[in-house]
């Protein structure tokens, strides 16, 4: 089910400073009592209702307290917990959890919601043990109901949402924080400044790139603190200190930043930490265990040319599929590093069907017209918590921008390793010789210790026995999955010496024109239905079989059948066939056509060609 999640709370923009003090999440109303959440106690007049709409589903929402705070809390109890709704919600429990998906250390009924803050006394009070938890509730949300509150300030932790039992992370979503608080009585240190959410800008380095981390310092304690220091070591090297001469207030929180070079470090894998060393004035950090962070970044020197793979589900039967067809084709228009394939499952199955696509549906595939690419979740893609996501949209433009984006996302990530296809068609017995060739740079194995190779398929500008719903008789069909030439998910790759070469002989059905179709080769890591999030696609190519026999009307005949265009239509002397193809391959109708160069394949009697034409 692809549920649409609506975003009603404001954008704000995200605090980049070196050193910015924001809004803290402890407040403090007497010396042993701390309300530990992201939102005011006061639920503001505009905070509008987020969640799924029109449908009845299962529903869930949490704030994550870190380490940082957790830490000088322990000893003390959790004694209630407290959530902001609109009313409506049934069946509401309030928990306490180590992770989203654990087991509750403390689960207790509220029932039905009522509109503000619903307040739930624990009857067992939660022991603080210092280390991370989770604070939520869940329950059923009614069809017509939209009850789940945040305010309008993003913070990190604060807004995880499950919908279905998915959980899914909106921060930086426009969604702001969740209107939860838990209620604590504990003895507060009085000093006490703690690191937390510690992010490198990225995962991947190359030599010549700067590196940037960022994290958070809060001061926990009830004294305020007149300075610091930071010290930052990566691997076993040499400690760099920055000295703060800045004071930080009691319950008040910052974001520290920093940038350098990539080039002092080797290929690989390197870890860093970042500490707090000292604090002004000879002070003492009551709270030593959460004064620490790591994190880890690679740095890579060769990478090699990248191309994604995007995987369409749709079938004959669906009558939004040609919307989805009409995004992705928007959306591909002006790139050349984009492989097509095209799975006839997701509605039902049709004509088109290879068998092994059902295979593909349990990357999350809950219905079509849907997509992937590169077989990655991507962050920006809400209504998911898997691969696949919705690409039913009216709006084709509208659309096209978004899929565009997951594009990008997947595009920006470095491929450590090439591929390279060769193949020859014998047009007589219709055999097909393909071998394929990859190269890894020195790291591969390092984030990739297991990776298959898959050989696919694919023919384009196929008219279908049924005809499309949601279309025209004409609908022609692209990119359409022919075979899989090695195991569903591919076999694994043999190295030598970093390299691998993969042959495959196959016969062609007669049905299908070689002239049109595709070989592609896929690197991918290995699936498992278990881990559908983790099987990414690394490298991708695509080539045209070649048979000699496509074209074979001369130049001359050519010039005979006086090939024009008339009021948008390519038109020629005699009783010929006519297919239109863009020239990224995708056949069109021969009707309307916009401004452009198009590639024509020409069919008189046994004889073809091809050429191209331009629609002024």
Partial sequence: MNLKLLISAFLLGIITTVHSQSQTFVQKTEIEQTTLGYC?????????????????????????????????????????????????????????RSSLDGKAEVLQRLGNTTDG???????????????????GYSGKQPAGVMAVLA???EQKGATYLSIENEWT?????????LYIQAIAQATLPETDLAIGDFTMDKTFYKTDEPLNFSFNLSNEGTKSISGYSISYRINDGEEITEDINKSIN???????????PANDYGEGTHQIKVYISKLAGGAIDEIALNDTLKGTFSIYATSYPHKILLEQFTTINCVNCPYGGKVLTAAISERDDVVWVAHHVGYGTDELT???????????????????????????ATDTSYPPFGIGYSNTIAGAKIVTSYMDYCAAIPAFVSVSIENEYDPQTRQLSITVNGERNAIFNTFYPKANISVFLTENGILAKTAQSGANKNYVHNHVLRAILTETFGNNIEWENNKFTYTTTTTLDEAWIAGRMNVIAIVNKPFDAQTPNDAQVLNVEESAIDDPTYDSITEQQLSELNLHVENGRVVITGNHDLEIYTTNGMRVPNEALPKGFYLIRIIAGDNTTHTKIFIP
């Fill in 117 to 135: 803050w619903n307040e739930v006394a624990l009857d067992t009070p939660y022991e603080i043990t210092g280390e991370e938890i989770y604070i």
């Fill in 354 to 380: 290879l068998s092994e696509s059902g295979d593909y549906l349990k990357f999350g595939v809950s219905g079509a017209p849907a997509a992937m690419i590169d077989r990655t979740k991507i962050p920006a």
């Fill in 250 to 260: 009691a319950g008040a929180k910052e974001t520290y930043s920093k940038e350098i």
């Fill in 151 to 153: 305010n309008e300030e």
């Fill in 169 to 177: 992370d909106y921060y930086g979503k426009g969604f702001g924080a």
């Fill in 40 to 96: 005011s106690d006061e639920i503001s007049a505009n905070a509008d209702p987020i969640g799924v709409q029109g449908q009845a589903v299962s529903i869930g929402a949490a704030i994550r307290i870190p380490v940082s705070k957790m830490a000088g809390l322990k000893g003390g109890k959790i004694t209630k917990i407290r959530i902001g709704t609109k009313s409506g919600l049934t069946g509401i429990y309030v928990w306490i």
